[in-house]
């Protein structure tokens, strides 16, 4: 089941569902979405049972990792271990994130 997606259409279909997270991808091994945060937003987040992945697309903040804090902005890429609590804040400009978790996101 390999596929090409593109991202105006992911954001799309994201806009269309109104939701922040759009899961596009789930196998067993893995699943990925498109998340975007606005300016002054709030990320309401909390831990997952997987280790994640983030990519910034666009944009800029910062975000905590357990007790430590980072600004992130376009390019960066993010690791989160299983279980740390995790979230962005002082969003900047919006956040537009792909996020890839392994194995594939419970409860989705």
Do not use: C, T, W
Request: no cysteine; aromatic share 10%; hydrophobic share 40%.
């Amino acid at each position: 089941m390999s596929e090409v997606f593109e991202l105006d259409q992911l954001q799309a279909q994201r806009v269309q569902a109104g939701r922040s997270y759009l899961e596009f991808l789930r196998v067993q091994a893995m699943s990925a979405g498109i998340y975007v945060l606005p300016v002054g937003g709030n990320d309401p987040q909390s831990h997952h049972s997987q280790d994640e992945i983030y990519y910034v697309i666009s944009g800029a903040g910062k975000v905590r990792l357990g007790k430590d804090e980072q600004r992130v902005e376009q390019g960066s890429v993010i690791f989160v271990e299983a279980g740390l609590e995790h979230r962005f804040f002082d969003i900047e400009r919006q956040l537009v994130l792909l996020v890839a978790f392994a194995p594939a996101e419970e409860g989705q």
